[in-house]
């Protein structure tokens, strides 16, 4: 605290990769028990987080209440809706710092019966429509805009991305001051990946994905990223998992002592998905896309967490040139990327 109250923040986000993973087992509830190796790459979205104070009532009380609207642009398929992730973390925050829901202290001021909740925690509705920007006044408004670049339940987190931006962002646009470790443990609540996505980096993640441990990592790598526009949702992906996989008996070691050593060769050959078998029946078109990565000259190529984005590990940011030119026509679309990209980048007005 003390510092002076940003009017605008901007956090830069970037997606991951899974390097490995192995599903471990099946918890009664459902969730499925995973050892994996993940590491942020190069495309990132961005979430924009800004404060509008215009309109705000004196009254004291004003002063610990908050409306949300919220905006997207970037990619067709963004949920709109109070259901976008990163809509989620904002209320998650919201409702942790109990700035979220108003009571009778307003009532009087905005003509709602007296006890009655003048607005729910944010000014979105919980479970579909549009995101409509609030008509009432007398409370600050928060407007958290997404700009998306990560491709959408493609295997990169994005949402979880944008889950963990938002988390960043309204930490510091509200000067909430929460430190990283309870920002992990918001984000728990919101995703397995989220907890990853707020650190960044490589980390080995365990359990239900939701532990984390962030892993030496030497290097920098040189990712192509094979894009298929069909999306692939995570829960269909472990469902045909858990009727056609066979949990292998891999370990991370040969992947996590390449990392060490930042042997890429050691990488590309340790790459491993158990969730790919998967991706593969569901979209069969992938395993010839994952093959031409490797006809092409990849150090490995493999199916990124739940699918459908293949990615192939090239010897040298020319040889990533290459290979990307040469696998183009038989993705939807090609990305060159570098991996770690670090963890969200903090920008304040
Ligand atoms: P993971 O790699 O964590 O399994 P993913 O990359 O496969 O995730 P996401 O892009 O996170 O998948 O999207 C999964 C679903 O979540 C989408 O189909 C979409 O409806 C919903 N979703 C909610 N919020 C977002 C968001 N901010 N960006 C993208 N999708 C979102």
Redesign the pocket.
């Known amino acids: 605290m003390g510092e002076l109250a940003p009017a605008h923040v901007r956090v830069r986000v970037p997606s991951k990769v899974n390097l490995f993973l192995r599903i471990t087992g099946v918890r009664d509830d459902g969730y499925h028990e995973l050892v994996t190796v993940l590491q942020t790459v190069s495309i990132h979205d961005t979430v924009v987080a800004e404060i509008d104070r215009s309109g705000v009532s004196a009254h004291p009380a004003a002063r610990r209440f908050m409306e949300l609207a919220f905006t997207a642009e970037g990619q067709e398929g963004?949920?709109l809706d109070a259901?976008?992730?990163?809509v989620r973390a904002a209320r998650c925050l919201m409702d942790h710092l109990g700035i979220g829901r108003a009571t009778s202290e307003l009532a009087g001021e905005t003509g709602s019966g007296a006890g009655e909740p003048v607005r729910g925690p944010c000014a979105v509705p919980d479970d579909g429509g549009e995101v409509v920007l609030p008509t009432a006044t007398g409370v600050p408004v928060t407007r958290l805009h997404?700009t998306?670049r990560i491709p959408?339940?493609?295997?990169?987190?994005?949402?979880?991305a944008?889950a963990a931006a938002a988390l960043i962002a309204l930490n510091r646009l509200w000067q909430a001051d929460l430190d990283l470790d309870e920002l992990r443990g918001l984000a728990a609540k919101l995703g397995a990946?989220v907890p990853f996505c707020v650190s960044g980096g490589t980390a080995l993640a365990t359990g239900t994905g939701v532990t984390t441990a962030q892993v030496l990592a030497r290097g920098t790598y040189h990712w192509v990223v094979g894009i298929t526009d069909q999306?692939l949702?995570?829960p269909q992906v472990y469902r045909a998992f858990d009727e056609v996989g066979v949990s292998s008996d891999a370990e991370p070691d040969a992947v996590l002592q390449a990392l060490r050593t930042g042997d890429d060769e050691a990488l590309g050959a340790a790459l491993h998905n158990d969730l790919q078998v998967a991706a593969f029946q569901l979209v069969p078109e992938l395993v010839g896309r994952r093959d031409a990565m490797l006809a092409a000259g990849a150090l490995g190529a493999i199916v990124s967490?739940?699918g459908p984005t293949v990615v192939a590990l090239a010897s040298s940011a020319q040889q990533a040139v290459r290979l990307a030119a040469e696998v183009e026509p038989v993705f939807d679309r090609v990305e060159i990327a570098l991996s770690p990209a670090g963890g969200p980048e903090l920008a304040g007005e």
């Open positions: 963004v949920p259901s976008n992730l990163a997404l998306k959408i339940a493609a295997g990169m987190a994005g949402g979880s944008d990946d999306p949702s995570t967490g739940s």
